[in-house]
C-alpha cells in the first residue's frame, strides 16, 4: 500500500501531485533529520565550542585557584574540584540553552516556516530539537570531562559515567525548557536576554559556587526550590565519594540536599529532573502547535 495519496488537478496535462500522508515513520525520521541537523551545526561552529568552554575553564582554573589561596592552610580539598561540577552544568546549560534557541534563529530566517509545512507533525519537530540539544549539550560535557585531572577529580570509568548520564539528565531539561521559551520569542537578541535573565539567577543559586550546608534560611529555601539544584548537587556527591577524604570533610563540602532534615537520596533528585523534562518538553509541544 502507498503511503502517499494523490492529488489529481482539474489542469489538462499535468501530472497528478503526490502529497505524502502523515505517519509513524515519517515522524521518525522527521525526528532524526532535525537532530542531525543540530549536530551537523553545532560541529561545524567550532567558535561556538571554543566561546562555551572558555567560561567553565575561568570559573575552575582562574576563580577556582584564586580562591584556593584562602584555604590553602586549612583545607584539605581543592577548591577546583568543589567548584568543578558547578562548571561542568555551567557549560551544559548554556549549550542546551543555545541549542533551543535555534528555533527562534529558523524562525527569523525562514526555515521554520519550510519545516512547519512538511507533512510531518509538528510534535516530531520539537522532539528532534529536545534530542539534537541533549546530545550536543552532552557532548560539551564530554569535553569538559577531558580536563576533569586537572581540576583534581579522578579519571575514574565508573564516576565518568556517573557524571555523563547526570549531565545527559540535565541537557535534557535544560534544553526543553529553552524550547518552552524560544516558542514564543521573535527575536534571536531577545532570546538571548530573556535566557540569560532567567537562567543566571538560577546558576547562582543552586549551590554552583557554595556547599548547601548552614546556609541562612532564605538562601536554604531558595535552594530547595530550585530545580538546578538537584542537577548539580549529584555530580558534586559523585565527584567527593570519589575523593580520599575523611567523612567529615565530604559532609562539609558536600553535604547534599535536605528537606526537613531528610537527606534527598541522588535518585530522587535525578527523577525531579528527568520529570522536570518531560514535562517541559510537553508544554513546549503543546505550544508549538499553535505557531503560525
Known sequence: MSSASPVINPALGIAPITVPTKSMGGSLRA???????ELIRFREDRIRIVTTLLQ????IFVTGTGLSVLTR????VNLRTFIYPGALAMSVMFTAM?????????REFGFMREMLVAPVSRTAIVIGKGLGGTVVATFQAVIVLCVAGLAGVPYSPTLLIEI???????????TA??????????????????????IMPLFFTSGAMFPLSKLPTWL????RINPLTYAIDPIRRAVFAHLLIPAS????????VTWDGWRVPTIVELVIIAAMGVVLLGIGILQFQKVE
Open 220 to 223: 536554604a529555601i531558595i535552594t
Open 31 to 37: 525526528v532524526k533529520i532535525v537532530m542531525q541537523r
Open 56 to 59: 567553565p575553564l575561568l570559573y
Open 249 to 256: 570533610v565530604r559532609e562539609i563540602y558536600a553535604p547534599g
Open 73 to 76: 592552610n586549612n583545607s584539605i
Open 164 to 174: 555523563l548520564f547526570e549531565a545527559a539528565l540535565l541537557a535534557f531539561a535544560l
Open 98 to 106: 543555545f541549542s533551543a534557541g535555534s528555533i527562534v534563529w529558523d
Open 177 to 198: 525548557f529553552g524550547i518552552v521559551a524560544a516558542v514564543r520569542v521573535t527575536t534571536f537578541q531577545g532570546f538571548m536576554g530573556m535566557t540569560q535573565m532567567l
